[in-house]
Nanobody, 125 residues
């Protein structure tokens, strides 16, 4: 059973917006740091953003700062990624992940034990 389930991907023009959601389907959610990663064809998986459980401290990779916003609703066991001013280089499969460790500025896949199956984001005219 998949622990977290992503939704909201799609095709958008450059400069447009998309909102991704990730719901903890088979995970308690409480106490977990949540994060979004992305992987483009031929590239390594990259940590995009993360958010703590306890104080909602957030971190972003430099390329999305000021454009993407991560948030979470613990009552709905859901984390969101609002993506604005999208660029073609944002095109990738986006994955949601959960970690029992406190979030840190280096968003490393090695810290995250639970993964979703991903949702495709394509930015193209």
């Amino acid at each position: 059973q998949v622990p977290v389930v992503e939704s909201g991907g799609g095709l958008v023009q450059p400069g447009g917006s998309l909102s991704l959601s990730c719901t903890a389907a088979n995970l308690t959610f409480e106490g977990y740091t949540m994060a979004w990663f992305r992987q483009a064809p031929g590239k390594e998986r990259e940590g995009v953003s993360s958010i703590n459980w306890s104080d909602s401290t957030t971190y972003y990779t430099d390329s999305v700062k000021g454009r993407f916003t991560i948030s979470r609703d613990n009552t709905k066991k859901t984390v969101y990624l609002q993506m604005n001013s999208l660029k073609p280089e944002d095109t990738a499969m986006y994955y949601c992940a959960a970690s029992p460790f406190r979030a840190r500025s280096n968003i490393s896949a090695r810290d995250f034990a639970y993964w979703g199956q991903g949702t495709q984001v394509t930015v193209s005219s």
